[in-house]
Every structure is written in C-alpha cells, then in structure tokens.
C-alpha cells in the first residue's frame, strides 16, 4: 500500500514541538513534503535560535512518519529563515567604519578560517559546470591548498555522486554539520541530507536559508579556498551567494556555441553588476577528439568563449576537450584529476586551477575580517 502526503501530515501532527505546546503540522513547521514509491522528504522550518536544540524534534518527526505502513525511508531537514542580523563594526547593515569614503559598502561577513571563496557559475544547464568545479577543487588541491567544495544546487546536487560520497554528515559540537571528507576535500552538499531521488520542492527563500545554513553552519576549518558550484541561472542563489559573503571572483563555465554563450554572458554581468570580480571564463566540451582514429571535430564549434572573453575583457582560463574519460570518471565517483593525475587532463585542470589561484591571490583572497559587536 503506497503511502500518501496526507498520511504523512497526518503522522506529524502528533509530534509535538515542546517549547510551543502545539503539533508541528498546527504549527506551520513542515513543508516541502514530497513522497515518491515509499521514500519520503520533508522540512521542518524553525527559528535560527532554536535550531540547534531542535534536532530531538527532527529525530522525533522521522520516527513517526517511519512507523507507517508502506515508509521505505524517511529525510527530515532542519532548515531556518535568518533575522536581518544586528548591527556589527563592518558587518552587514552596519554603518560604515570610521575614515571609510563617504557612501561606502560596509564589509560583508566572511566565513572563519576561510581564506577565499570562489563561485563556479554558469548562465545555463548543462554546460558541465559540475564536473569542472570538481576537478578545480582537486586540481587546487594537487597544486598544494587546502580546498572545500560547496554543492550550492539545492534542486540538483551533483557533489555526492562526483566525490564518491554518501551518507549525512555528523555534528561534533551539536551546532555545526562535519563536512565529508574524499581526496582531501571537504564537502557539503543538500544530497547528503536527502535521498537521491527526492525532489527539492522549495520556493526561493528556503534555497537562499539552505545556502547561508551550508556556508556557515559548517564546520569548514581553515581552508584556503572554498569552492562553490552554483545552480544555472541568475536567481537566489547566485544573489545569496553574492550578497552573503565576501566572494573573491566567479569562474563562468561555457561551452563555444553562441546559444550558451549568450546565457553564459548573462551569468558574467550580474555578477559585475553585484561588485563580484570575473576571475574569468572556461570553454568547456571544446573539441572532441576520436579516440579511435584521432580525427578532431568541433561538435559546438569552438574558441567562442575565448572570444568573448577578448570582447568583455576577462581572462581566458582554459579549454577542456569533450571526453568520454571525463564523463567516465565523474560519474564514477573518482574524477579524472585524481584517477588519472598524469593524464592531459588533469594538467589541464591544475594549470587552470593555477591562474586561478594567482588571480585570487593578487586580489588579496578576501581573507575573513574580524568583527566586534558594539
């Protein structure tokens, strides 16, 4: 007998939330309740306050949506809608620090122990902006920093599968989610949390709260660079991420036809607009070279995005060819810049990682400021 959303909602109301005296369902707490062939999905939205000391109540809501008959799986996610926050020396909403020009932005909170974040964008979807914040964050890796990797696509998170990860992270101090961990990267991503196949039924505020909850109710330790992979488009996500923290540069995945060009312009100037340096564009799925006979041909034609770069004046970071070794390798959990380190391909994505790297660090990197309440 499958089970229905109604039987779900019907199980949580009897799970009451203690401080409140009153069911979570009566509450306005759940939301996003998505049941597929027995797996279900839903959120609990709670006070940021009260986050912490409301996982019982989580555990609590699984347990009673599990005790029905036809429950394959249960994922509740804690998720919380953050208060504008209070006035701080160069935080957000703060007035500007003594001797700053007049009109002046105040600093935006950067994230402890993390030296700078970088946001790999791409105007639309399948441009293979996944893959290549992957095997940039390896690649940086190899080249000696110590790297994260945030999966910023609440609606479909890649990380898990690329990293060859799964299970959900643990809390060691009972308020921040412990990163995984594979090839030396520490990792983040909402496929930890929910089962593959779930969908993310969420409207924009919940994806802008997941995000913020995902860079900094992490325990990220120090980190020279931080890597996130951006959903497509220019929406929350791209505005909470470039709104939220001090971002060092984007990094613009395109592939050479002009149809993505067009959308990857897109994605280039509203991060201009929003003060967030262009570190520059990759042209992805290049070329295609036969690996039987060697004939090249250019399947989305091809030196479009070097092109516009010169036209935009950013730098142009690289190519990386359309290979079946790349596809092979990221679908298989070990990504081709750590299964095959030698290969044209990883060096490839080291030298990029490389120009990357310079051009953080001639920017200064952003490094987190410190901040006293007043």
């Known amino acids: 007998m499958a089970v229905t959303e109604s039987q779900v909602l019907e199980a949580l109301r ?14 306005k707490m759940v939301s996003g309740v998505a049941v597929k062939d027995g797996h279900v999905h839903f959120t609990l939205e709670v006070d940021p306050q009260r986050g912490a000391a409301l996982e019982p109540l989580r555990q609590s809501a699984e347990k ?29 909403g703060a007035p500007a620090a003594p001797g700053a020009a007049p009109g002046a932005k105040p600093a935006k909170a950067g994230i402890p122990g993390v030296a700078a974040i970088i946001a790999v964008a791409s105007g639309k979807g399948g441009v293979g902006k996944s893959t290549t914040s992957t095997n ?3 690649a940086m890796a190899a080249n000696g920093l110590k790297v994260g990797l945030l999966d910023a696509d609440i609606y479909g998170p890649s990380m898990p599968r690329m990293m060859g990860l799964s299970g959900k992270p643990d809390s060691t101090d009972g308020k921040r989610l412990d990163p995984l961990v594979n ?32 860079l900094r109710d992490v325990n990220w330790g120090e980190l020279d660079v931080l890597v996130v992979d ?18 060092a540069g984007a990094v613009i995945v395109s592939t050479p036809q002009d149809i993505a060009l067009l959308d990857a312009r897109k994605g280039l100037n ?92 001639a920017g200064g990197g952003r490094a987190a400021p410190r901040f006293v309440i007043e």
């Open 230 to 247: 951006m959903p497509p488009g220019t929406g929350d996500a791209q505005l909470t991420m470039a709104q939220g923290v001090p971002l």
């Open 64 to 92: 009673a949506v599990d005790r029905l008959p036809g429950v394959l799986s249960v994922t509740a996610v804690l998720t919380a809608h953050r208060p504008a926050p209070k006035a701080v020396s160069g935080g957000p």
């Open 136 to 138: 940039l964050a390896l």
């Open 14 to 27: 009897r799970v009451v939330d203690p401080d409140r005296g009153s069911d979570i369902v009566s509450l």
């Open 270 to 361: 509203m991060f201009r607009r929003v003060d967030v340096p262009v570190l520059g564009i990759i042209e992805n799925m290049s070329y295609f070279c036969c690996p039987n006979c060697g004939h090249r041909s250019d399947i989305f034609s091809h030196g479009g995005a070097k092109a516009e770069a010169e036209k935009l004046g950013i730098d142009f970071l690289g190519e990386v060819p359309l290979d079946i070794a790349i596809r092979e390798t990221s679908d298989a959990g070990t990504p081709i810049t750590v299964s095959q380190p030698d290969g044209v391909h990883a060096q490839t994505y080291r030298a990029i990682a490389a120009r990357v790297a310079e051009k953080i660090k």
């Open 183 to 214: 090839y030396g990267i520490k990792v983040m991503s909402m496929g930890f949390l929910v089962a593959e196949d779930t969908p993310m039924i969420w409207r924009g505020p919940m994806v802008m709260s997941a995000i913020t909850q995902m």
